[in-house]
């Protein structure tokens, strides 16, 4: 069983830049293709961005592409997501999951296994 906790969250100004982390138990975070999805009032749950596990490739959302960036600490367990220049649409719910299927099925919410709690980020104009 992998537990993922999200940290980072807040309340920003529009252009401000934030950090969300997720910190994962287990000792194979190495062999999880780690992703992060957002849901905001009212709407579906969609993704942001995926990191593969081996190749460390990286997969954005069309909507914070150059934006926001995801990255992954192996020897911490834990992946990151820096999001610059946010925007009151970014406002949202934000999960961290993981895939341990080692497929690279990056945008599909039924791909990953475990989820984070969610964290909320609130950009203010």
């Known amino acids: 069983q992998v537990q993922l906790v999200e940290s980072g969250g807040g309340l920003v100004q529009v252009g401000d830049s934030l950090r969300l982390s997720c910190a994962a138990s287990?000792?194979?975070?190495?062999?999880?293709?780690m992703a992060w999805f957002r849901q905001a009032p009212g709407k579906e749950r969609e993704f942001v961005a995926a990191i593969h596990w081996r190749s460390l490739d990286t997969k954005y959302a069309d909507s914070v592409k150059d934006r926001f960036t995801i990255s992954r600490e192996n020897a911490k367990s834990t992946v990151y997501l820096q999001m610059n220049s946010l925007k009151p649409d970014d406002t949202a719910v934000y999960y961290c999951?993981?895939?341990?299927?080692?497929?690279?099925?990056?945008?599909?919410?039924?791909?990953?296994?475990?989820w984070g709690q969610g964290t909320q980020i609130t950009v203010s104009s």
């Open positions: 287990g000792r194979t975070f190495s062999y999880y293709t």
């Open positions: 999951a993981a895939d341990d299927s080692r497929s690279w099925r990056w945008p599909l919410i039924s791909e990953y296994d475990y």
